[in-house]
């Protein structure tokens, strides 16, 4: 279930979709899924759907990872990413295999140390995490970023995130309307904030604090 072939069929069914970039394309194919969950769910890891990771979280589903990236890469490939929310390190993985330099940071414990652990025997270098809140962004508040991807939902957008993407930058984030959640792309200009919706998303919502 996790064989080359079972990876293929994911590649179909995320082109079906409308996931054309083949560099967004050939990174699903590589980075092997089914070692970023647990091992009693990984005949389930290249089906398009999410997954429990424990502490209420979860992989997205490789549809999700596969869109998101695409959209992060409308404007060409940037140097810098901020991704909120490291969760298993799959996004993660999937973002260190396309960008120069990532930088992530996750809220809970335990999932942190488990994506730097998963990150380093794979083989990934070029990833900076952290275990912090990140409602806050990254820690050093002087740092800006080409691109910030958000993998929980939120009702507005946190003033620290706007602050950190630079002037032409994008930003990802799942939306929640308290009815439904809208993936939204926002661009960030000189006048402020331009946002565009994406498409209808499900994400665990973005929470404040340590865990």
Same mark, same amino acid.
């Given at each position: 279930?996790t064989?080359?072939?079972?990876?293929?069929r994911?590649l179909d069914?995320?082109r079906g979709?409308?996931v054309?970039?083949?560099?967004?394309?050939d990174?699903?194919?590589?980075? *092997?899924?089914?070692?970023?969950?647990?091992?009693?769910?990984?005949?389930r890891a290249?089906?398009?759907?999410a997954l *429990?990771?424990g502490?209420?979280q979860?992989?997205?589903?490789?549809?999700?990872?596969?869109?998101?990236?695409?959209?992060?890469?409308?404007?060409g490939?940037p140097?810098?990413?901020?991704?909120?929310?490291t969760?298993?390190?799959?996004?993660?993985?999937?973002?260190?295999?396309?960008f120069?330099?990532?930088?992530?940071v996750?809220?809970?414990?335990a999932?942190?140390?488990?994506?730097?652990?998963?990150?380093?025997e794979?083989g990934?270098?070029?990833?900076?995490l952290r275990?912090?809140?990140?409602?806050m962004?990254?820690p050093n *508040?002087?740092?800006?970023?080409?691109?910030?991807?958000?993998?929980?939902a939120?009702s507005?957008?946190?003033?620290?995130?706007?602050h950190?993407?630079?002037?032409?930058?994008?930003?990802l984030l *799942?939306f929640?309307?308290?009815?439904?959640q809208?993936?939204?792309q926002?661009?960030?200009?000189?006048?402020g904030?331009?946002?565009?919706?994406?498409?209808?998303?499900?994400?665990?919502?973005?929470?404040?604090?340590?865990?």
């Amino acid at each position: 279930m996790t064989s080359q072939r079972t990876r293929d069929r994911m590649l179909d069914r995320l082109r079906g979709l409308g996931v054309v970039n083949n560099q967004v394309l050939d990174v699903m194919r590589i980075v *092997p899924r089914h070692l970023f969950v647990d091992e009693a769910l990984s005949h389930r890891a290249y089906e398009d759907t999410a997954l *429990p990771i424990g502490y209420s979280q979860t992989i997205s589903q490789p549809y999700t990872v596969a869109k998101m990236t695409q959209c992060l890469l409308s404007e060409g490939v940037p140097n810098s990413i901020l991704e909120i929310g490291t969760g298993c390190g799959y996004q993660t993985a999937v973002l260190a295999s396309i960008f120069p330099q990532v930088y992530s940071v996750e809220r809970i414990a335990a999932l942190h140390k488990q994506a730097k652990q998963r990150l380093s025997e794979l083989g990934i270098y070029n990833v900076q995490l952290r275990h912090t809140d990140g409602n806050m962004g990254w820690p050093n *508040p002087s740092y800006q970023f080409d691109r910030i991807i958000m993998t929980a939902a939120c009702s507005e957008v946190p003033e620290a995130l706007a602050h950190q993407l630079v002037n032409g930058g994008i930003m990802l984030l *799942p939306f929640d309307d308290g009815n439904d959640q809208t993936l939204m792309q926002i661009t960030k200009t000189p006048n402020g904030l331009i946002s565009e919706a994406v498409e209808k998303v499900s994400f665990v919502p973005l929470l404040s604090g340590l865990g």
